[in-house]
């Protein structure tokens, strides 16, 4: 079985409208950035990588298995942190929130509240286990739902755009968070900062890939695209 993420000549169609309009790309870096434009594709590209979103043609392979045969194993081996916290939260509290998915798993009840415990501490919210969920400023239901999918330790976390709603200090602890984190994350933002020593940076463009290389040289194309 492979980490990488495979994408072979994907194309995504939603009715008359091409939004990926052929992306192959080879993706086993540890962590890999996307940037674009507004509705250039990149929100499309990071729903393929857990079967969210199918394509119209051509292949994605993650984990060595097809999403289009596979999304039900796939995702259990891919958490996906949502540009909406809300639409994540299903839980009254927070630890309850962050507990859900494990106790699913049949954990036992002490390892489930240590991984809440060690989770939340690791991500400032220790001192809001107990407060409504629903009840946390915009920034703090981003770092909660880092931590529901984080807790469940995914082989490859995708999150698309997990900072926007946080303030300088939370953006460079979750760019921090990433730097040690051992599992390949696949990042879709325009928060730049956050990319700068990434991996792999990619540039989508009206649907394809236009820039693939170090920060460095792929935001340096993306910062012309958009002048
Ligand atoms: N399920 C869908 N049905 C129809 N159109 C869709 C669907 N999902 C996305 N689109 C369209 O595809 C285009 C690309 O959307 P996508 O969300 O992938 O862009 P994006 O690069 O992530 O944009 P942003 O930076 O604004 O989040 C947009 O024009 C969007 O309206």
């Known amino acids: 079985m492979t980490d990488a993420i495979e ?3 994907v194309h995504v169609r939603f009715g008359e409208r091409e939004v990926l309009r052929g992306i192959t790309a080879s993706l086993p ?18 729903r393929l990588i857990n079967g969210l979103a199918l394509p119209t043609s051509g292949s994605v392979n993650v984990l060595g298995l097809d999403t289009r045969r596979d999304a039900a194993k796939i995702r259990r081996g891919v958490g996906f942190v949502f540009t909406d ?14 507990a859900f998915s494990l106790r699913r798993k049949g954990l036992p009840r002490e390892e489930v509240d240590r991984r809440v415990g060690e989770t939340l501490a690791r991500y400032g919210l220790a001192g809001h286990a ?8 915009g ?12 807790v469940l330790e995914p082989r490859i976390i995708v999150m698309d755009e997990p900072t ?6 939370h953006s460079r602890q979750v ?5 040690d984190l051992p599992q390949q994350v696949l990042v879709v933002t325009h928060d730049l900062p956050l990319l700068e ?11 394809r890939v236009v820039a693939d290389g170090t920060p460095r040289e792929a935001i340096g194309h993306y910062r012309k695209l958009m002048a």
Not at 29 to 46: D, F, M, P, Q
Not at 139 to 150: E, F
Not at 164 to 169: A, G, S, Y
Not at 175 to 179: H, Q, V, Y
């Open 164 to 169: 926007t709603l946080l303030d300088l200090r």
């Open 197 to 207: 020593d990434f991996d792999r940076v990619l540039v989508i463009d009206d649907g």
């Open 175 to 179: 760019g921090a968070l990433l730097r």
């Open 139 to 150: 920034g703090q239901k981003q770092l909660l739902a880092l931590c529901s999918v984080m």
């Open 85 to 98: 916290p809300d639409a994540q939260i299903v839980m009254p509290t927070v630890a309850e929130d962050v």
């Open 130 to 137: 107990d407060h409504p969920a629903h009840h946390l400023s």
């Open 7 to 9: 994408f072979a000549d």
């Open 29 to 46: 870096e540890r962590r890999i950035g996307v940037v674009g434009a507004n509705g250039s594709g990149k929100s499309t590209l990071a």
